[in-house]
Nanobody
C-alpha cells in the first residue's frame, strides 16, 4: 500500500507565503513524478505544478513566478513553496504521485488534500 500525506496548509493574508509538503510512504519501488493539484469550490481540479524524476518541472500559468515545486528523492517528499499568495489561490491542494510499487507497473496515488485559504 502507498499513502500520500500533505501538510502545511492554512490561512494566510494576501501577499503571504506557505510551504506545502507531501510525503509518500509504503511500498515504493520508484517514483516517476510528483505533483500538486488544487480544487476550489465549484471549479474543476487543476494542475498547479509537477516535477518528474529527471527534474523536469511544469507550472500552471497562474502560478509561474510565485510558486516553486521541489523534491527530496531520499525522503520521497515533494514541496510546494507558495509566495505572493492571492485570494484566487484559495483551494484544497492535493498531492499526486505516479510511482511503481513493484518493478512491473505504475499507478497514480492521491493524498487527502490540505486547505489553503488566502484572505484578509
Amino acid at each position: 500500500q502507498v499513502q500520500l500525506a500533505e501538510s502545511g496548509g492554512g490561512l494566510v493574508q494576501p501577499g503571504g507565503s506557505l510551504r506545502l509538503s507531501c510525503v509518500a510512504s509504503g511500498t515504493i519501488f520508484r517514483i516517476v513524478a510528483m505533483g500538486w493539484y488544487r480544487q476550489a469550490p465549484g471549479k474543476q481540479r487543476e494542475l498547479v505544478a509537477s516535477i518528474n524524476a529527471g527534474g523536469g518541472i511544469n507550472y500552471a500559468d497562474s502560478v509561474k513566478g510565485r510558486f516553486t515545486i521541489s523534491r527530496d528523492n531520499a525522503k520521497n517528499t515533494a514541496y510546494l513553496q507558495m509566495n505572493s499568495l492571492k485570494p484566487e489561490d484559495t483551494a484544497v491542494y492535493l498531492c499526486s504521485s505516479r510511482l511503481y510499487s513493484d518493478y512491473k507497473s505504475w499507478s497514480d496515488y492521491w493524498g487527502q488534500g490540505t486547505q489553503v485559504t488566502v484572505s484578509s
